[in-house]
């Protein structure tokens, strides 16, 4: 029951990561509502947060692209 769940959310979890790639992606700040990103500190901290959230959702794909 838990896979089958976690499988129907798997569209949603892509949908998510494409939308923070495609409007903040190597930025230091996602700003959801303008679709943009802030670049302040210079350390792309939207990839470094993403980076434990990828691997727990096993979008191993997403986390290699990050980690890299």
């Known amino acids: ?9 798997a ?3 892509r ?4 939308c ?3 409007c903040a992606w190597g930025e230091d ?3 959801p509502l303008g679709c943009t990103g802030v670049h302040w500190l210079n350390l792309s901290l939207t990839m ?3 980076l434990d959230t990828l691997y727990l959702l096993g979008m191993r794909r997403e986390f ?3 980690a890299g």
Request: hydrophobic fraction near 35%.
């Open 20 to 22: 923070c790639r495609s």
């Open 64 to 66: 290699e692209e990050a």
């Open 15 to 18: 949908r998510c990561c494409n």
């Open 11 to 13: 569209p949603y979890r």
């Open 48 to 50: 470094v947060d993403a």
């Open 1 to 9: 029951k838990l896979r089958s769940a976690a499988a129907a959310a």
């Open 29 to 31: 700040d996602l700003r």
